[in-house]
């Protein structure tokens, strides 16, 4: 199986994750702060030269630092069986899910992946319940994603990275393939 690629905005976990969210409940999965980001184009499963040729395109979405601040957590994927908790941002929404529009279409094509049809939504998922997740379990992480304190903690988006999956995803699910700080 190949291993997926995305395009995405590091977010810098430092100051607030470790802080601020607590392990989830039994049955989820919590990211590790190092694998915070906004995706703006995941790629999918397509060749480590595929997706570096959608990331010689990296310019094409002009985003330079975008300052944001968090907002609610909320699951996505299908409604009776979300499929990830995520954080919304509250400020600093727009010109990301405007990057979003601008540019992952013409990444998509580069990389040869499927079109995605969705709507732009700039989030940061921070866990996941496992596959075969009861709706029990389910309901105990939006219980525990409603209980979060994130509204209201700033950061800077200043990084763009091609990321795929890590060597030892015990470690850590992503690693940064290629990245490039996003100027003024």
């Known amino acids: 199986?190949?291993?997926?690629?995305f395009l995405a905005l590091r977010v810098p976990a430092a100051g607030w994750f470790e802080q601020r969210v607590g392990a989830p409940p039994e049955g989820f999965r919590l990211f590790r702060g190092a694998d915070l980001h906004i995706t703006l184009a995941f790629l999918g499963g397509c060749s480590e030269e595929q997706a570096l040729r959608a990331w010689r395109l990296n310019g094409c979405c002009a985003l330079g630092p975008v300052p944001v601040t968090l907002g609610e957590v909320v699951p996505m994927g299908n409604p009776r069986r979300y499929s990830a908790l995520s954080v919304l941002l509250r400020r600093g929404r727009n010109p990301v899910e405007k990057a979003i529009g601008l540019c992952r279409d013409r990444w998509l094509e580069a990389a040869e992946a499927r079109p995605d049809k969705r709507p732009p939504k700039a989030h940061t998922t921070i866990a996941r319940p496992q596959r075969r997740a009861t709706p029990e379990v389910r309901q105990r992480g939006l219980e525990w994603a409603a209980g979060l304190e994130l509204g209201g903690v700033d950061l800077v988006l200043d990084e763009l990275v091609l990321y795929t999956w890590a060597?030892?995803?015990a470690e850590r699910l992503f690693k940064r393939v290629e990245g490039r700080k996003l100027e003024s």
């Open 1 to 5: 199986m190949r291993p997926n690629w």
């Open 167 to 169: 060597d030892d995803r």
